[in-house]
Nanobody
């Protein structure tokens, strides 16, 4: 089992930047795919970004493409989400997720139901 703990959230002005971290502990498998999701009040949980630990493959939601960057440091069992040019609509609780799976094309990794392990989330608030 893998435990995930997010950090780095906070309050930032529009146009600013934040870097979120997700530290994995317990039994961490190199084949785990890591992802970020977010959920705003009254909305469903939505996909943000996903990365394969060793393959270096990434995929982003259209809404964050060009602004957010997902990366990982396998030696630290940590995945990051660098968020630049933040907008008020980015305000949400951001969740880290992990799943044992082979890397797939398409929308498979954008579905919350395909991830087994979740962190408790970190709040990101972007003011206008």
């Amino acid at each position: 089992q893998v435990q995930l703990v997010e950090s780095g959230g906070g309050l930032v002005q529009a146009g600013g930047s934040l870097r979120l971290s997700c530290a994995a502990s317990g039994r961490t498998f190199s084949s785990y795919i890591m992802a970020w999701f977010r959920q705003a009040p009254g909305k469903e949980r939505e996909f943000v970004a996903v990365i394969s630990w060793h393959g270096g493959s990434t995929r982003y939601a259209d809404s964050v493409k060009g602004r957010f960057t997902i990366s990982r440091d396998n030696a630290k069992n940590t995945v990051y989400l660098q968020m630049n040019s933040l907008k008020p609509e980015d305000t949400a609780v951001y969740y880290c997720a992990a799943d044992q799976s082979s890397w797939r094309s398409g929308s498979y990794h954008s579905s919350p139901g395909n991830f087994d392990s979740w962190g408790h989330g970190t709040q990101v608030t972007v003011s206008s």
